[in-house]
């Protein structure tokens, strides 16, 4: 008889959560620029996933290279040459794999960083909260691209060290949004009820704090990606990259070094770009769709 | 012969400031068309209060707001507006900004956020009467900010505050001297005493009164509290989901509502300082209907008490009780 | 919608409203100037803590890192070190900074051999020529963008604007900039590739200025677009928080035209946040200009930065990064000074 109950109770939590899940859908697919992004996310990592299948990573090495030095496209390398011979499109392929793995770490230490952060900001009262308050709002001023280079020269480079420079920089935006909604939810009956009912902290957080604050973790994660991959562009053009990896930044920084625009050799600054732009507007757009589906305040507009 | 002249006078001759003639609004939603108002009649004469009373989503505000045609763009209206004569609906544009508050003004709900927070509120008040009557001297602005101040029992000093240095029953006295910067003849007051305590309440319905009185103005308060309205109207309107249900003077509805809704509305009030039960009349079961789909008959049958097989194949028109009483319920006057 | 980036900044940075009732003005405003004003100043000191930190904490030997094979033998190593103050203890180089930074003094330069505070203060001017006529670019076109898009909600313009708006903001800067050289100056011939002035002009007579008017064309450009991506899409998303607003409502009801209730009644609340993101990119100074700087090879603070990045030339790093976040500072400073004589709500 009881386990019938319990088991009845848990699939009924379950019922709940796929209809909640399905009623989410519904609502994200009426985007259509979200799910634009979406497909073409899913085009990309698919490609990055699938590298090793469509090309052969022989054609990144220098000294295997097959090709002549910046030679346009043809039928043979689709997308030209670099100044080594090698081909664009499976630098282009490869480098996919490298861009999309750090932004996600970055994102990854980002959100870690960014969560506890906000969350004890907003958890805690008096003194704590107010320091570590502070303290993200230092983080906040701290001029992004200044710091992460001071980081990346200092360290080591490599693919380890960009990600850490750029969730180490990027994580307090993410902070001060969950430690707003801690605020507000912290200020709920059912809060107060839970600590007169003798319930922990740990447990305060964990079942009442975080499952409300995790949608807009998820909806700020999308676009915290963004960033993440603009970033690492970014630092791999100004020579901060892993030199011993290709990414679309260090391609870009390829073709800038060996003056691609001046020889007109577009084929060479063009796709990287132009993936980086897609995909950073498919984290965004994907980002703001998830946003407008998780924040009902935002829908009524 | 001269009771007779009276009566002509109480009837027809007092102006027609409001008229609404078989209005109906509609809003055109993603799922499909959602009717807010259903045919609506309803009358405002110089000096008289009309009350309209109902729960919210009863239409009530959406009526408010077509007096100044102030829906939006979503909505289809149907029917007449009549403001002093003229149609709202049909208007020209430069024709209803010129009747927009020097006709007809409102006092708009929950004044917090019906001002300008960072403009100081004599700037709000000065605003239209600058607009109304262009060229006018700066310093008769600020006397005439002064006065309207006194007349709803502030200092004039605090023309110079922001909304929220004000309290709330402050900032709805703002309201109401800004509706009356102009000087019209009808007022439209929407929900202007919800979200204040029951002290404030009767602080800022005994400004309305007295304005009405001093004035000689035309005035429509809408509210979801009977008990408000009894005290404070000559007439109320009951409205339940888009219909006029109940009409008739304000005392013989509040005492002894002829409509088995008006009943439940009234016996839900003098309950004073319970919050929610403003919200959610007691007595009343179940939630108004649906708008998206509403059931056939009397819109009301699924939460009345005395609803028989009857109520729920034809909708009930509205009729004549008895003499100035009118109720759309086919049960009232059964033997 | 939101924003991301800037406009996140915006809002978590903004000085939430408090209700209740106070004194208007006067010593209001005084006391926020004041706990502001000392919240700068508790930045500054965290900077400047930090600044010491990263470049002498981090990773173990900072002789190592900053001399990065420079040294062959172990004396030089020393000898470094001692010119340096890296072989005294922690505290007593912090202290020597803290003074050397009190009068000024911020290293010398390993690539140039001159004093950083002279080198930065040569390529302040052209940072901030580059940055300022951008920034009132951008503002004048990005702020236009966002009104007009915001009110015709779903339009034809509006769903050109702000989809170009989001495309801008996905491209890195440089990127752009580079397509622009291409474009424009090898392609077309219109603008010089770099730099800021051409070989034997007088850069003070009317054809310098037109010089450097001709070679500045297109990294204002560049980042003018980059900005005003930004500026639009907040200007947007603020108005149409106050078009929702019940105030509106009541500026039409009270016979308004539809102008002037955009003009004085929405736009100008709605000019509120958008106001607070600018002057934050305004302290972003030096990190905006560094790609772009880099592209055009403008000898700017950013280019000073990418050059010491090269070899490395850590004191005028260091000077780079403390110059950076003093401006962020100060910006920051200046956002929420604006934003309280702006918004009266704050003020008490």
Not at chain 1, 199 to 218: K, Y
């Amino acid at each position: 008889m009881s386990t019938d109950a319990r088991i009845s109770a848990r699939a009924l939590a379950r019922r709940r959560r796929s209809a909640s899940l399905r009623r989410g859908w519904a609502l994200f697919r009426e985007h259509r620029s979200g799910v634009a992004g979406l497909v073409i996310l899913g085009c990309f990592t698919a490609m990055a996933l699938l590298a090793p299948l469509v090309s052969d990573s022989a054609g990144l090495s220098v000294t295997r290279s097959t090709g002549g030095i910046l030679q346009p496209p043809d039928s043979q390398f689709w997308l030209g040459t670099d100044e080594n011979g090698r081909s664009i499109l499976t630098l282009l392929v490869w480098g996919s794999r490298i861009s999309l793995f750090v932004g996600l770490l970055a994102t990854a230490i980002s959100m870690f960083v960014g969560t506890i952060m906000g969350l004890a900001a907003g958890y805690f009262r008096g003194f704590v909260g107010a320091a570590l308050f502070r303290i993200t709002e230092w983080f906040l001023v701290i001029p992004f691209l200044p710091l992460a280079i001071v980081i990346a020269t200092v360290l080591q480079r490599g693919l380890l060290t960009i990600a850490f420079v750029i969730g180490i920089t990027s994580w307090p935006g993410t902070a001060l949004l969950i430690r707003s909604q801690v605020l507000s939810i912290r200020e709920r009956p059912y809060i107060e009820r839970a600590q007169i009912l003798g319930a922990g902290r740990w447990h305060q957080i964990r079942r009442h704090i975080l499952p409300n604050v995790m949608p807009m973790v998820f909806a700020n994660t999308t676009l915290t990606v963004a960033v993440a991959i603009l970033t690492e562009t970014t630092l791999s053009f100004l020579g901060l990259g892993d030199p011993t990896r290709v990414s679309w930044g260090s391609m870009l920084e390829g073709a800038y070094s060996v003056g691609a625009m001046t020889t007109g050799s577009w084929w060479y600054i063009l796709p990287p770009g132009i993936c980086v732009v897609l995909v950073v507007l498919s984290f965004v757009l994907v980002g703001q769709a998830l946003e407008d589906v998780l924040n009902p305040r935002l829908r009524r507009r | 012969m001269a009771e007779d002249a009276i009566v002509v006078d109480e009837s027809l001759g007092s102006e027609t400031l409001l008229d609404l003639r078989s209005l109906s609004v509609t809003y055109q939603t993603d799922q499909g068309p959602v009717p807010a108002v259903r045919g609506v009649d309803l009358t405002v004469r110089r000096g008289e209060v009309v009350g309209v009373a109902g729960e919210s989503g009863c239409g009530k505000s959406t009526l408010a707001s077509t007096v100044l045609r102030l829906q939006p763009a979503t909505a289809t209206v149907t029917g007449e507006v009549l403001v002093s004569g003229a149609d709202v609906i049909t208007m020209r544009w430069g024709e209803l900004r010129a009747l927009r508050w020097a006709g007809a003004s409102i006092v708009f709900q929950g004044a917090l956020h019906a001002l300008n927070p960072v403009q100081s509120v004599g700037a709000q008040i000065g605003e239209p009467i600058r607009i109304h009557e262009p060229g006018i001297e700066d310093s008769e602005v600020t006397a005439r900010i002064s006065e309207l101040l006194q007349q709803v029992g502030l200092s004039p000093s605090r023309a110079a505050m922001y909304p929220h240095q004000l309290s709330g029953g402050q900032r709805q006295r703002v309201m109401i001297a800004m509706a009356l910067a102009c000087r019209p003849a009808l007022i439209v007051a929407d929900e202007p005493t919800t979200a204040l305590d029951v002290m404030v309440q009767a602080q800022v319905l005994g400004v309305l009164e007295k304005l009405v009185k001093d004035l000689d103005v035309g005035m429509m308060i809408i509210s979801h509290d009977l008990s408000v309205l009894a005290s404070s109207c000559d007439r109320i309107v009951v409205m339940y989901a888009g219909r006029v249900v109940e009409e008739g003077p304000a005392h013989a509805v509040f005492d002894r509502a002829l409509h088995p809704y008006t009943a439940a509305l009234s016996a839900a009030f003098p309950r004073v300082g319970d919050p929610a039960a403003r919200f959610a009349p007691a007595g009343l079961a179940g939630d108004p209907p649906d708008p998206t789909s509403r059931p056939p008959g009397c819109s009301f049958a699924p939460r009345c008490p005395l609803a028989i097989e009857a109520c729920r194949e034809a909708e009930p028109e509205l009729r004549e009780i008895e003499p100035g009483r009118w109720a759309a319920c086919i049960r009232v006057g059964e033997p | 919608m939101t924003i991301p980036a800037s406009a996140d900044v915006a809002s978590v940075t903004t000085p939430k409203p408090r209700s209740g009732s106070g004194s208007r003005s006067g010593p209001g405003y005084r006391g926020y100037v004041l706990r502001k004003c000392l919240g700068a100043l508790a930045s500054l000191a965290f900077m400047i803590v930090l600044n010491f930190f990263l470049f002498r904490v981090l990773p173990g030997d900072p002789a190592r890192t900053l001399g990065r094979g420079r040294f062959r033998t172990r004396e030089q190593l020393e000898a470094f070190n001692r010119t340096y103050g890296l072989d005294e203890p922690l505290w007593r180089q912090f202290l020597t900074y803290l003074g050397n930074l009190a009068r000024g003094d911020l290293g010398v330069s390993l690539r140039y051999r001159v004093p950083v505070s002279q080198l930065i203060m040569d390529r302040l001017g052209t940072t901030l020529l580059l940055v300022g006529i951008s920034t009132i670019l951008a503002t004048i076109i990005g702020v236009w963008m966002g009104i007009r898009s915001a009110w015709k909600r779903g339009g034809l313009f509006d769903r050109f604007s702000t989809g170009g708006s989001l495309t801008l903001y996905s491209m890195p800067e440089w990127w752009l900039g580079l397509m622009f050289i291409a474009v424009f100056s090898v392609g077309v011939g219109l603008f010089p590739t770099g730099g800021l002035h051409s070989v034997g002009v007088d850069p003070w007579s009317p054809a310098g200025w037109l010089d450097v008017a001709r070679h500045l064309a297109l990294p204002v450009a560049t980042l003018t677009l980059a900005y005003l991506a930004d500026y639009a899409l907040i200007m947007r998303s603020s108005l149409l928080d106050e078009i929702g607003e019940e105030y509106v409502t009541t500026a039409r009801a009270k016979g308004l035209r539809d102008v002037q209730v955009r003009d004085r009644h929405a736009v100008r609340n709605a000019l509120l946040p958008t106001t607070t993101v600018i002057a934050l990119n305004v302290g972003f100074v030096v990190t905006g200009a560094i790609t772009v700087e880099t592209v055009f090879s403008i000898p700017g603070l950013g280019l000073l930065a990418t050059e010491a990045l090269k070899v490395p030339d850590f004191w005028v790093l260091q000077g780079a990064f403390l110059v950076a976040s003093a401006a962020v500072i100060l910006a920051n400073l200046a956002a929420n000074l604006l934003y309280g004589l702006l918004d009266p709500r704050v003020r008490t």
